[in-house]
Structure formats: structure tokens, C-alpha cells
């Protein structure tokens, strides 16, 4: 039987189920005095404080910053070592000593419930990951990269992949991506001559892109890595922006969004058009914002992987189908048997609950069926066509909007397949105009 992702559209509906917030961005700063923790304000465009980090005076600027939604953490290495920081108090939790010094590019992968740290040995690059239970290390081996010179401020990790994701100094393939339980390479990706560097890289889990940021002829770019064609390319220019620090960024899913810090304050770039882009300045008194995290338990992702649907998180509570529990279902990973709206629950230890948005899913031979008026579609697994298939009792006016709500398609009622591989990636809304109703759906280019 073969399974097939499939999206239905129905009145109201959304690609993120009603319960999905916007997520949290966390960071720290210095004051002159202390370090604090603080979130991101995007409706007054502001650098809010959490509270002060007592003990610590010594934080990275980049490449030592992770985040864990599970337990509501924010890991940073410092002056301290690693540092398991309350993000709701700015106090920490707990230290370890022992990671104190040379360890950096670190990471939490919330799919594994592990933290992913690097250091040179004095004879090569090696890799642990180390449990945020005991803070102590559960796995660790060498990096598949020989002798490297890492590129500062070049850093990310995919959770749904288990990889993260280097520069290194070599001129022909030096961005790599590195599986996080073996250290060997997956991926290498050739750095397109016409840019001067790839800085801030961050993964998007909505479309399965990294983004970045790159200089070219004294101008910034926001920028797109594909794994899939292991391309770069440029999204758009970045109005104003000629200067990137090297402190971090962060993709807010939701609302599409790219943060990082330029010469404007730290810069908020729609990942769709980023002419699109907003700015927070930085607090009087403070310099150093930096270290940016998305907290997604408010909104948690589910990823189609073919026959199955897995979880960002590693615990699930339980797999909910057209809003009721599924018996025995808490597993990251779930296999429907049943054609569906999916969605799943997370509990943190604290007792704090969140259920993801919806994917709709459909098991079927051939064609699906309709199981309610209006229109089914699905997407190949490249993201490139949309198959429809419309109610064809009334004629239809089929549009698609990008997330700014500008048309970018109109289609034939009778079209059964649409050619979207032109489309930027981003989140869309299909638009159907049937007699005096309207019905609506999203999907992901």
C-alpha cells in the first residue's frame, strides 16, 4: 500500500493547528556588569530581560549556545563550563565543570534528548554528546574532517536529521554536514564564488532549508542551502544591512523569520522577501546580544517521512488523530493506519503540555478520496507539484498566495497538477473559490 502526504483543505483550516503559538527566540547580554538572559519582543521590537546569570562573566559570542524546549533550558559554555541556564528565571540549574575550556559548537538536539559539543585534542576535532540528564557523556568519537580550520560564525544543526552543519577553510566543499552520533560526513557543499563568505547558518524544519547570510560586492544576501541539490543560493538582498556580527541567529518557523545582528541592531528578515525586514535596537547600557534560540514547545513541528510521521521531540505523550488520543501511541516516530488529521502532545517534566499542529495524512492505492466536500491535495516529495483534485460539482477559481498575501498563481479549475518548482521556499496558502463559499489551505515550497 503506498502512503502518500496528504493535505485537505477545509474551511478555516491552516497548515498550524489552533492550539500553535509564535515560539520564543531566547538570548543573553551584558550589561557592563552581569550577563542576562532575555527574549525577544517582536511586537515592540524589544530585548526584554529574564533575569541576571548570577556567577558566570565570560560568555561565547557564537558557536557555544544551545536551547532545550523539553525542560525549558538554555545551555551555554562559559568561564564556568557548561551551563544549564532556567530561561523563565536566568538562573542556573546546573554546571559542569568538565566542559569548561576548548568546547564549542554546541548544540541540543531535541529529537535524541542529547547535547552535541566539539573540541580539538591536540591531534584532531572530536565530537561528544552528552546527556542533559547527567551532564555527562554518553558518545563521542572524532570528526570525519581531518585537521579543520573552522570557519567562525558558521554553525547549525538539523534535529530531525541528527546533523550539524560546518565551514571549514578548504576552498572547493568546505560546507559540510556531519551526522551528530558518528562524526562522519553527510553532505559537502561547494561555496558559490561570487560570495565573499556564508555566515550564521540556522535550519528552517518547515522546509528542510538552512539559511544563512552572505556578503557580495559590499551588500548582504539572505541565503538558501538546499541539501537536496547541495546548492546555495541567494534569496534576496537585505536593505541596509553591510556589516554581520558573528553572535548567532535563529528561525522563528512560524512567522518567517530569520534574526541575526548587522550594522542596523539585531535584524529581522522575512525569509520569503527579505526586503521585508524589521530592526530592534539594542537596550541603552547593553552590547553583546547574542547566542539566539527558538523555543518551539509553543509550536511544536511534525515531519512527514514517508510512511511515517515523526516528532521534533523524542517524548511524546501521545499521537492524536481528528483530536482524539491514539491508544499506545507515545512514540517519536508513528506510522498512521488510518487516513487523518495528526497531531501529537508533549509533556514537559514540569507538567507543561503543547500539542503540534496537524498534518493531514492519507493511506491509499491510487488516488485519495474525498472524505469531505471541497478539495484534497498533496505534494510530491520534492516539494515541486501540487496535485488537486476538486469537488467537480461547482466551477472552481484556484489562487496561491505567499505569506505577504500577494498572488503568485492562479489556476484552472480543471488542472489537475501545478508546477510550483519556480515558487521560493516558504509556507503558502491555496486559495479555492467554489459558488459563495471559500475554502483554504497551506503548504510548504
Known amino acids: 500500500m503506498k502512503k502518500l502526504l496528504l493535505l485537505s483543505l477545509l474551511t478555516g483550516m491552516s497548515f498550524f493547528g489552533a492550539k500553535a503559538q509564535s515560539p520564543t527566540v531566547y538570548c543573553t547580554f551584558w550589561n557592563g556588569t552581569s550577563e542576562y538572559m532575555a527574549n525577544l519582543n517582536f511586537n515592540t521590537l524589544s530585548v526584554d530581560s529574564v533575569g541576571k546569570i548570577p556567577g558566570s562573566t565570560s560568555f561565547p559570542v557564537a558557536q557555544a549556545n544551545g536551547y532545550d524546549s523539553y525542560r525549558n533550558r538554555y545551555y551555554t559554555i562559559s568561564n564556568m563550563g557548561l551551563v544549564a541556564i532556567d530561561a523563565s528565571t536566568g538562573i542556573p540549574v546546573y554546571t559542569a565543570s568538565q566542559f569548561a575550556g576548548d568546547f564549542k559548537h554546541l548544540s541540543y538536539n531535541p529529537t535524541t534528548d542529547l547535547l552535541f559539543a566539539t573540541r580539538y585534542n591536540g591531534t584532531a576535532e572530536e565530537f561528544v554528546q552528552i546527556s542533559p540528564v547527567t551532564f555527562q557523556i554518553v558518545n563521542q568519537g572524532t570528526l570525519n574532517l581531518g585537521i579543520p580550520m573552522f570557519v567562525v560564525g558558521f554553525y547549525g544543526s538539523d534535529a530531525f536529521a541528527n546533523e550539524v552543519i560546518f565551514q571549514t577553510s578548504e576552498s572547493v566543499g568546505g560546507i559540510k554536514t556531519v551526522n551528530m552520533a558518528t562524526g562522519q560526513v553527510t553532505r559537502t557543499i561547494t561555496k558559490p564564488s561570487y560570495l565573499a563568505n556564508i555566515l550564521l547558518a540556522t535550519h528552517d524544519p518547515l522546509t528542510d532549508f538552512y539559511y544563512a547570510v552572505g556578503l557580495r560586492n559590499t551588500k548582504i544576501y539572505l541565503l538558501q542551502i538546499n541539501k537536496t541539490t547541495t546548492s546555495v543560493d541567494t534569496v534576496g538582498v537585505i536593505p541596509g544591512a553591510t556589516a554581520i556580527a558573528l553572535v548567532g541567529s535563529a528561525i522563528d518557523a512560524v ?91 508533549i509533556r514537559r517534566p514540569d507538567g507543561t503540555t503543547s500539542v503540534s499542529s496537524e498534518v493531514a495524512f492519507s493511506i491509499t492505492n491510487t488516488q485519495p478520496t474525498l472524505r469531505t466536500p471541497g478539495v484534497l491535495f498533496f505534494q510530491d516529495r520534492d516539494r515541486n507539484t501540487l496535485s488537486l483534485q476538486l469537488e467537480a460539482t461547482e466551477s472552481s477559481d484556484v489562487h496561491i498566495f505567499n505569506s505577504n498575501g500577494t498572488r503568485v498563481k492562479s489556476i484552472r479549475s480543471s488542472q489537475k497538477e501545478v508546477d510550483i518548482q519556480t515558487l521560493p521556499a516558504g509556507v503558502y496558502q491555496l486559495v479555492v473559490n467554489q459558488g459563495n463559499r471559500q475554502l483554504k489551505g497551506r503548504f510548504i515550497r
Open 255 to 345: 512567522n518567517r523569520k530569520f534574526i541575526f545582528v548587522s550594522n542596523l541592531g539585531i535584524t529581522v528578515v522575512n525569509l520569503n522577501n527579505p526586503a521585508v525586514t524589521s530592526v530592534i535596537p539594542y537596550p541603552s547600557g547593553v552590547s553583546n546580544v547574542k547566542g539566539f534560540q527558538t523555543n518551539y514547545f509553543s509550536a511544536p513541528i511534525p515531519r512527514p517521512q514517508g510512511s511515517f510521521i515523526r516528532s521534533q521531540f523524542k517524548y511524546v505523550e501521545s499521537w492524536i488523530k481528528d483530536g482524539i488520543d491514539v491508544p499506545n501511541s507515545a512514540t517519536q516516530d508513528f506510522t498512521p493506519t488510518e487516513s487523518g488529521n495528526y497531531s501529537y502532545r
